[in-house]
């Protein structure tokens, strides 16, 4: 998705650490924010996703953080352990009132045993 | 619910030939979406319909792409003629209005064309 910028595009991590996988994107009336996890040769599977009426999510060990301002929202995954290892995308819809979801690049998330 | 169905799950073909991928969202779902997977260029937005009625087809790399929707629970997506730089993961997926909800994708269609 050229108007959604991820970074970075691989994290390594030691069992345990937390990662952080940030995204910006460009148009200021987006109002939704998922985040996908795609495992070796499967499908992408929503983990997590906000809105922008609240700065902050989680669930278990994921949370998602948006800043409207500055126009990114980054995904934090805590504890992390070895079947976190996967490409996370992140998602938004470039123009408000369309449904046209546009991807990040990929983060390839490798967490070490 | 069986979630988005795509077929076939796996295609070799030889450049030239006709390529169809077939989809059947999830049953309710408004919204259909096609994506083509590189490693290249990641997950690509191709076309998607609402209520069966194309959106926005910008993402169709060319002429040689097609894609149509008959009714609430059958697309297809047609690549003619096929070349090897088609090569791709292409993943149906569908979602339920209003705008901004979840998009589930079907398990891909892996196409290679030699």
């Known amino acids: 998705g050229e108007n959604v910028e991820q970074h970075p595009s691989t994290l390594s991590v030691q069992e345990g650490d937390s990662a952080v996988i940030k995204c910006t994107y460009s148009d200021s009336a987006s109002n939704y924010f998922p985040w996908y996890k795609q495992e070796l040769g499967k499908r992408p599977q929503l983990i997590i996703d906000?809105?922008?009426?609240?700065g902050e999510k989680k669930d278990q060990r994921i949370a998602v953080t948006l800043n409207k301002t500055a126009k990114h929202f980054s995904l934090h995954i805590t504890e992390t352990q070895p079947e976190d290892s996967a490409v996370y995308f992140c998602a938004a819809i470039l123009k408000a009132g369309n449904n046209d979801m546009r991807f990040g690049a990929g983060t390839r998330l490798t967490v070490k045993p | 619910d069986a979630g988005v169905i795509q077929s076939p799950r796996h295609e070799v073909t030889e450049m030239g030939q006709e390529v169809t991928l077939r989809c059947k969202p999830i049953?309710?779902?408004?919204?259909l979406f096609w994506y083509r997977q590189t490693m290249m260029r990641g997950l690509e937005l191709l076309i998607y319909?609402?209520?069966?009625?194309?959106?926005?087809d910008s993402g169709m790399p060319e002429d040689r792409f097609s894609a149509k929707m008959p009714n609430a629970s059958f697309s297809t997506l047609k690549i003619q003629p096929s070349e090897p730089r088609d090569s791709a993961v292409y993943f149906c997926a569908s979602s339920l209005l209003p705008s901004g909800n979840t998009i589930y994708f079907g398990e891909g269609s892996w196409l290679t064309v030699v």
């Open positions: 049953s309710g779902h408004d919204y």
């Open positions: 319909f609402n209520n069966n009625v194309p959106i926005d």
């Open positions: 906000i809105r922008s009426n609240v």
